[in-house]
């Protein structure tokens, strides 16, 4: 493993144990059994490398996608799993799904996160349009389609986190949502 990535790693140690605000560039340093200095050699900023640690997660989020997406599978049971990663990912790493989805200041500062970020969202709509050609969505805008998935998972997501979503409280789960929302699209 080379530094730089070593450096990411414990970056994203840093923000699944303490969150953002665990992430500085001399405690990732420290955290990696380097000098305080050594961050400071590859990333210009704090900001740059929380952008790296998202980038590492879009890039792990695309491969899966696109491994997924060669599997024998129906194309809803293919979307859903996608979608039920997106939904682990929050759950298992509530400050890394933070960082990748809703801190839109850093993909506008870092093009290549944009980038990836774009790469990830069309292996999702490509098996939403796979689950179209199979009729089991509707004939309307993949794009549009797609954007209500994610919109609606994100929701949901922040809503657990939050704890607005629970059992107590009488509302389903966000799987639950989600397979209802699939059922309305495929009436």
Request: proline residues 4%; contains cysteine; hydrophobic residues 45%.
């Given at each position: 493993?080379?530094?730089y990535e070593t450096l990411v790693e414990t970056a994203a140690n840093?923000?699944?144990?303490?969150?953002?605000?665990?992430?500085?560039?001399?405690?990732?340093?420290?955290?990696?059994?380097?000098?305080?200095?050594?961050?400071?050699?590859?990333?210009?900023?704090?900001?740059?490398?929380?952008?790296?640690?998202?980038?590492?997660?879009?890039?792990?989020?695309?491969?899966?996608?696109?491994?997924?997406?060669?599997?024998?599978?129906?194309?809803?049971?293919?979307?859903?799993?996608?979608?039920?990663?997106?939904?682990?990912?929050?759950?298992?790493?509530?400050?890394?799904?933070?960082?990748?989805?809703?801190?839109?200041?850093?993909?506008?500062?870092?093009s290549d996160l944009q980038k990836k970020s774009t790469a990830c969202?069309?292996?999702?709509?490509?098996?939403?349009?796979?689950?179209?050609?199979?009729?089991?969505?509707?004939?309307?805008?993949?794009?549009?389609?797609?954007?209500?998935?994610?919109?609606?998972?994100?929701?949901?997501?922040?809503?657990?986190?939050?704890?607005?979503?629970?059992?107590?409280?009488?509302?389903?789960?966000?799987?639950?949502?989600?397979?209802?929302?699939?059922?309305?699209?495929?009436?």
């Open positions: 493993m080379t530094t840093l923000l699944d144990c303490g969150g953002e605000a665990a992430v500085t560039l001399r405690a990732v340093g420290k955290g990696a059994g380097l000098s305080h200095n050594a961050p400071y050699k590859h990333f210009e900023s704090r900001d740059a490398l929380l952008a790296a640690v998202a980038a590492a997660d879009l890039d792990n989020l695309t491969a899966s996608f696109a491994e997924l997406r060669k599997a024998d599978q129906a194309p809803k049971d293919m979307l859903m799993k996608a979608i039920g990663a997106l939904v682990t990912f929050g759950r298992e790493r509530p400050a890394r799904y933070r960082l990748v989805f809703s801190v839109p200041a850093l993909a506008r500062n870092h969202v069309e292996q999702v709509m490509a098996m939403v349009v796979e689950c179209q050609r199979d009729f089991q969505l509707p004939d309307a805008s993949a794009k549009g389609l797609t954007s209500l998935f994610l919109a609606t998972m994100h929701g949901l997501v922040s809503m657990e986190a939050n704890g607005v979503l629970s059992k107590e409280k009488g509302l389903p789960s966000i799987e639950e949502g989600l397979d209802l929302m699939f059922e309305l699209f495929s009436r």
